[in-house]
């Protein structure tokens, strides 16, 4: 199969890319200067799909839960932390080079490929054995030859010189931070000293995190710059694979709530699990480029606290007000990219369909909840300034309780077909008859049926 198509669902790469950037979803990073590697920005469109993610998010996480709170943290943290996590050391990518065409390859993802799998702990010596040994069944991915360098381990933490006023300050850096999560885990004991909570309990966060990422040839999938949505539940070790699979079976749930189609994903169980984790899961979504990582649920048992409690100093176990029983907290984990969710949610709801005499349209059916713009409104025709101002009042009052876009360019067919293109479930248009009975036509986008709804009843209609 040819890496960005995929042809069980139709959707390519090329097409998602395309669409995204023609209405204003994604766009290359700084790209008057000619772009700058694995770095997107959001555009107007993007930014509401973005938002309405966080917010799904952050409802299932957060608002619905009362075992679970929030936390902002900040990216930059003591450099230490990221000692005691080990990313200093072992966060590290294997890295070759193509020698026919200096294509630079990630050697666990193409050895992943052939089905062998590759460990995070392994040194530079034996990643490079066991890549020796396959070498043969492995082409590169840009010019499909079969000649590599050896690998070398690149640490993917990205270096600051935040509060270090030295020339040579790369020798005591800073971070950004390369996951949220180390944010929870050094609040952990400030949240449940304050918040009154009681062992099990989550928190959760949203917040950027950023990675010296190799090969970031997928498009969203894989950035240096990303957002990621990040639950970390502290759990009595006893219960902690019997939280495991309850936070399994909600994450689930989750996506289908999202409205993403059950065929698109699948759990793929870790093959070689880092040595604290007890079982980690990942869902998967069925990409342009196949079945890739999605979110992350894992059980990573007391190590993160045991690491903190050994790097600071600091007293992170938990004594059980009832039983008075002491013990280090073990936790599970749920992460998930915003991004990846943007690009699996596009591919999602990407449709090309047949309509009237031969003529076809794009429409992305995004489930009505995370549509980037909910209504559009439309004055029939430009000219007719009472068509105009009623169609703002509309506007106006709906405006208050949803996204909406105004537009009175072109005809109401192409306007229709632009609304289809950014996904957006109903578009009411003001016409002469609005004028004298305060209906206006409601079109559906997935239906294309037209419907006249009283102007006092819209809002009631269109769902909110
Ligand atoms: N705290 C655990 C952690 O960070 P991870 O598997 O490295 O685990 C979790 O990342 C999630 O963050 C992934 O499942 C993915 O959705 C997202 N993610 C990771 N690296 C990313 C990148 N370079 N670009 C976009 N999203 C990324």
């Known amino acids: 199969m040819n890496k960005n198509e995929n042809t069980k669902t139709g959707v390519t790469m090329e097409k998602i890319v395309s669409l995204a950037k023609r209405r204003g979803f994604i766009f290359p ?35 619905k839960r009362p075992d679970i709170i929030g936390l902002d943290s900040s990216i930059f943290m003591h450099p230490k932390i990221w000692q005691a996590s080990g990313h200093t050391t072992g966060f590290a990518d294997p890295l070759a080079e193509c020698k026919k065409c200096n294509a630079r390859v990630r050697i666990d993802h193409l050895l992943e490929d052939i089905d062998v799998f590759a ?15 396959h070498k043969t069944k492995i082409k590169c991915p840009q010019c499909g030859k079969s000649d590599f360098s050896d ?51 989550g928190i959760a966060q949203i917040g950027k995190a950023f990675r010296n990422e190799i090969a970031g040839r997928q498009y969203v999938f894989r950035t240096r710059e990303f957002e990621q949505m990040e639950m970390q539940y502290f759990t009595h070790p006893d219960e902690e694979m019997k939280e495991y699979e309850k936070l399994r079976e909600a994450r689930w749930a989750y996506y289908k709530e999202l409205g993403i189609k059950g065929e698109n994903l699948r759990w793929s169980k ?14 998967e979504y069925n990409y342009p480029f196949g079945f890739k990582e999605l979110e992350g649920v894992h059980a990573r048992s007391d190590y993160d606290l045991s690491q903190h409690m050994k790097f600071s100093g600091a007293d992170l176990t938990y004594t059980d007000p009832h039983t008075n029983e002491k013990y280090t907290p073990h936790i599970i984990e749920s992460s998930v990219g915003v991004g990846r969710t943007v690009f699996a949610v596009m ?22 909840k995370l549509a980037p713009i909910k209504v559009a409104v439309f004055p029939l025709l430009k000219n007719k300034p009472e068509l105009v101002k009623k169609a703002r009042e509309i506007f106006g009052a709906l405006s208050e309780q949803l996204m909406c876009e105004f537009d009175d360019n072109g005809n109401i067919g192409k ?22 009975n305060s209906t206006v036509t409601v079109r559906d986008r997935d239906t294309m049926k037209q419907e006249r709804v009283a102007v006092s009843e819209l809002v009631g209609y269109l769902g909110t």
Request: hydrophobic letters at 35%; proline letters at 3%; one cysteine or more.
């Open 29 to 63: 990073s700084s790209e008057i200067y000619g772009g700058f590697g694995a770095i997107y920005d959001y555009g107007p469109y993007g930014v509401e799909l973005e938002n309405a993610i966080k917010a799904a998010w952050w409802k299932t996480m957060v608002q």
């Open 119 to 133: 460990d995070e702990k392994m040194s530079e010596e034996e990643i490079n054995e066991l890549f020796n040994q």
């Open 151 to 201: 690998a070398k381990k690149f640490n993917l933490l990205v270096k600051a010189n935040l509060g270090n006023f030295n020339d040579d300050w790369s020798k005591e850096p800073t971070y950004l931070r390369g996951e949220t999560c180390q944010g929870i885990y050094v609040n952990y004991k400030n949240v449940r000293d304050t918040a009154r909570v009681k062992i099990p309990f």
């Open 270 to 283: 870790h093959k070689n699990l880092v040595f604290y984790a007890k079982e980690a899961y990942d869902i």
């Open 347 to 368: 591919c999602d709801a990407y449709t090309e369909e047949e309509i009237d005499d031969g003529d076809s349209r794009v429409v992305m059916k995004f489930n009505k």
């Open 415 to 436: 306007r229709y077909r632009r609304q289809d293109e950014i996904g957006t479930p109903y578009c009411v248009t003001v016409d002469f008859d609005t004028l004298e």
